[in-house]
């Protein structure tokens, strides 16, 4: 759409206006943001920041202000990358009036492709009013948690797995790098569901009462997807201390072969340094089967350790 169709189109009361700006040059926020919808400053300045934290902020305008009242909303989608091990997050700036939806993001995000689609061609009446349409919105974002932490607990239940057949320090840094990333998602999603419990809570006036209880729906689901966050750090806390566990069984195993070593052979070791010594005056240098004698005092000796040591299960 061109710029200079907005104003016209945000003077039809029988219409609302909803403008969706991706990765957009400065020039183009300027003219937008600013000389068509005359936000405050403070809003742009959040929206050109990227934040890094979701919040919602309501905008009044005063005397001197130029702007209709709206609201300023950042929210954040992710998509989790098996191959990477990490969750990439999208930011989705909104501003929210009585006709007007106005988006921005620097790259594409999916639950803005879906909501254009619903809008254009499944449910029209997605179209109707923007706060509908940021409904829609919202709801796509958090519906696209859900295959990102499918995949998250596929590779959870892998590690789990390669943890019980053999705990290498591949799989431990493996199990931090996880750890870290749902630590992650929880950051992202513990302050939405603050903006989110606003929404259903019915805070804002831009927000029709009849649409109160969808946006509540909206914050159910987040609340649900952070249990299940919490759930995966409880697995990936489980799953460490069984590393933990295997690794000390693996060393005990170790240190237990070795002693067995070293006690089935001290017989042997004890009588083959005390005729090792050849001192002059010992009588059993002059016995002719000495050698033979020794041989087999040592072999019997060396298998009844053993043999005491299976009886007890030592071994």
């Not at 919202?138 to 948690?145: A, E, F, G, I, S």
């Not at 010992?282 to 000796?301: D, K, N």
Request: glycine share 4%; with cysteine.
């Amino acid at each position: 759409m061109e710029a200079f169709l907005m104003p016209t189109l945000l003077g039809d009361t029988n219409l609302f206006l909803w403008v969706d700006i991706e990765a957009p040059t400065k020039e183009e926020l300027k003219v937008v943001l600013e000389e068509i919808f005359h936000f405050h400053p403070l809003s742009i300045e959040d929206c050109v920041s990227d934040l890094g934290a979701p919040k919602v902020e309501e905008y009044v305008p005063k005397d001197e202000d130029q702007f209709a009242p709206y609201l300023f909303m950042v929210m954040h989608g992710v998509d989790y990358s098996k191959e990477d091990g990490v969750f990439a997050t999208s930011e989705l700036n909104f501003f929210l009036g009585k006709n007007f939806l106005v988006t921005c993001h620097v790259k594409p995000v999916r639950s803005i492709q879906y909501t254009e689609d619903q809008c254009l061609r499944r449910k029209k009446q997605v179209a109707r009013a923007p706060d509908r349409v940021a409904h829609t919105l919202l709801d796509n974002l958090v519906d696209n948690y859900k295959p990102a932490l499918q995949e998250l607990a596929f590779e959870i239940g892998e590690i789990e797995e390669q943890v019980l057949d053999q705990a290498t320090p591949e799989v431990l840094n493996k199990i931090t790098s996880i750890k870290k990333e749902v630590q992650h998602l929880r950051r992202i999603i513990g302050p939405q569901r603050e903006v989110l419990s606003r929404f259903a809570r019915g805070d804002f006036k831009l927000i029709r009462p009849k649409l109160i209880p969808y946006y509540r729906d909206v914050y159910d689901d987040l609340f649900r997807i952070h249990e299940l966050a919490q759930n995966y750090t409880d697995s990936l806390t489980a799953i460490l201390q069984l590393y933990l566990n295997m690794s000390s069984n693996q060393t005990g195993e170790v240190v237990k072969l070795l002693t067995m070593i070293t006690l089935i052979t001290t017989p042997m070791m004890m009588i083959g340094t005390w005729y090792g010594m050849n001192f002059s005056s010992m009588p059993e240098l002059t016995a002719s089967s000495g050698y033979l004698v020794a041989a087999t005092v040592m072999l019997f000796s060396t298998a009844g350790t053993y043999l005491y040591f299976k009886r007890k299960k030592w071994l």
